[in-house]
């Protein structure tokens, strides 16, 4: 009844009560706009907006020329691929990308041979720029190189702007590019010399998989191979290797990466094991004028650190899967990202040799997936200001945004716990999955802006960007 009544009126004379002072309202600053430091777990919840920003903006097909009218292999590849039934296709998409550390350049090799650089601007211009379109495909490269064998790896030189490296895996040499000559010739080849193990220098296994540049020096280059050993080139003294890092003989190495204090080289296998070497014993010792070899500082195997999460024992058949990618988060130093052949992605925590986040995705079996498309080589990326892993699905025409955060509340942590979820006042980012025009084989994440770039098995290049639409005046 309370609600009905009526305050009575006042007699005349009597005064009326001055009105209560207005209420303040709380204080609603956050702490980013006082101190101008931007908190983790900030920068982690906002990161929701990030993630459902996403989506495709723009694709770039290979269609481009060498010596004038003459098509490339990777366009003639894909037109082989598309005119024959699928038991005659042939091996093509972009196996590997990169951008340079200052994100002006975009470089991308496919399996067909072709080694392109792309002028990023150029890209983004093309469909927010005012023309909003190229007016030819094949004048949207900085350059193009068409090779006769298949490349597999390509890195930045990170104290050469204008250097590339980049591999085959039908070869044990490292072919070094500069962007500034306008030459399809390498200015640099490197080779493996002479093994301390030749018994494993022998056959397809002595070609190269993966190349690795340190950021403190830009005359080393290491490479992984197939033969159970990581190389070393010192480029200032031979075109050879003077050094080898070496693990048990039947390893087979996918991929190399060196630590982020550039001590330490980290090294995964086929065999669904992680090798880890301390280069600092060698750097002032006799072990890079010669070729000894550096001791391991310690190997783990992802299958058995998987093992040892409960949870997950419980709901699967844990077995061992060749790891196909691994790479440092730039926002969180210890955490080493892996991808494995099954579609498994996780993190590595570098100080204690953890597992501690995981992501699986549906089986390919339940997706009806062509499991030839299942085994190709997946490569993919951190962005650079938040702990969002990037990959490409083995199941759709997609990419995963996954969140792996360094704490339990990230939703891949193997701790998280979901019914804590719901209490949550700021809830943070979740996993996302951003269907695309066309299957992912690698990623590249711009340093500098929220932008990725997916190579696909079709050696196309996708655009995924912050969508933006236009504002319309209602009055108009």
């Known amino acids: 009844m309370d609600k009905f009544l009526v305050a009575a009126t006042p007699h005349s004379g009597e005064e009326l009560a001055p009105p209560p002072p207005p209420r303040r ?26 993630l459902d920003s996403f989506a495709e903006i723009g694709a770039f097909d290979h269609k481009y020329y060498v010596h004038g009218e003459e098509r490339c292999g990777t366009y003639l590849d894909r037109m082989v691929n598309a005119s024959t039934m699928d038991f005659h296709q042939v091996r093509e998409g972009i196996s590997a990308m990169e951008f340079d550390k ?84 390498p200015t640099e080849v490197l080779q493996k010399g002479k093994s301390k193990f030749p018994a494993l220098y022998s056959g397809s ?18 490479a992984s191979g197939l033969d159970g050993a990581v190389y070393m080139w010192d480029r200032r003294s031979s075109k050879t290797h003077c050094l080898e890092l070496m693990s048990s003989p039947e390893s087979q190495f996918n991929t190399v990466k060196p630590g982020v204090d550039n001590r330490t080289m980290f090294g995964a296998t086929k065999n669904g094991t992680i090798h880890i070497w301390d280069l600092r014993g ?7 004028q010669s070729h000894n070899e550096v001791q391991q500082l310690a190997s783990v195997k992802v299958s058995t650190l998987l093992g040892k999460i409960a949870s997950l024992k419980e709901q699967t058949n844990i077995v061992s899967s060749p790891i196909l990618s691994i790479d440092f988060n730039p926002s969180c130093s210890y955490q080493l990202g892996f991808h494995l ?33 299942q085994k190709q080589l997946r490569k993919p990326t951190w ?93 108009s």
């Open 282 to 288: 060698g750097r002032a010792s006799a072990a890079f």
């Open 102 to 185: 200052k994100g002006i350049y975009l470089a991308s090799v496919t399996l067909s041979g072709c080694l392109t650089v792309h002028d990023f601007e150029i890209l983004y211009c093309s469909k927010y720029g005012p023309s909003c379109s190229l007016q030819d495909d094949s004048s949207n490269y900085l350059l193009h190189i068409s090779n006769p064998m298949p490349l597999n790896a390509v890195r930045w030189n990170p104290g050469n702007q204008d250097e590339i490296a980049c591999t085959s895996s039908q070869s044990d040499k490292v072919l070094l590019f500069d962007i500034g000559y306008v030459s399809s010739a």
């Open 383 to 475: 962005l650079p200001t938040s702990s969002i892993y990037a990959v490409g699905s083995s199941s759709y025409d997609g990419i995963y945004l996954l969140d792996f955060h360094p704490d339990m509340s990230s939703a891949c942590h193997v701790d998280y716990r979901e019914e804590t979820r719901g209490f949550e006042e700021n809830q943070p980012a979740e996993n996302k999955f951003v269907p695309l025009s066309q299957r992912v084989l690698s990623c590249a994440a711009h340093p500098l802006s929220h932008t990725i770039i997916a190579g696909t098995q079709f050696s196309s290049l996708l655009m995924l960007s912050q969508k933006q639409e236009a504002i319309r005046n209602p009055e």
């Open 25 to 50: 309202h709380r204080w609603r600053r956050i702490a980013v706009e006082l101190d101008g430091r931007i908190d983790a777990r900030f920068r982690h919840r906002e990161s929701r907006l990030l």
């Open 341 to 373: 052949d099954d579609g498994w992605s996780g993190v590595l925590n570098v100080t204690n040799l953890s597992v501690t986040h995981l992501h699986c995705p549906p089986p390919a079996w339940l997706e009806g997936t062509d499991l030839v498309l």
């Open 205 to 222: 296994r002595k070609s190269l998989s993966d190349i690795a540049f340190t950021s403190d020096d830009k005359s080393r280059i290491f």
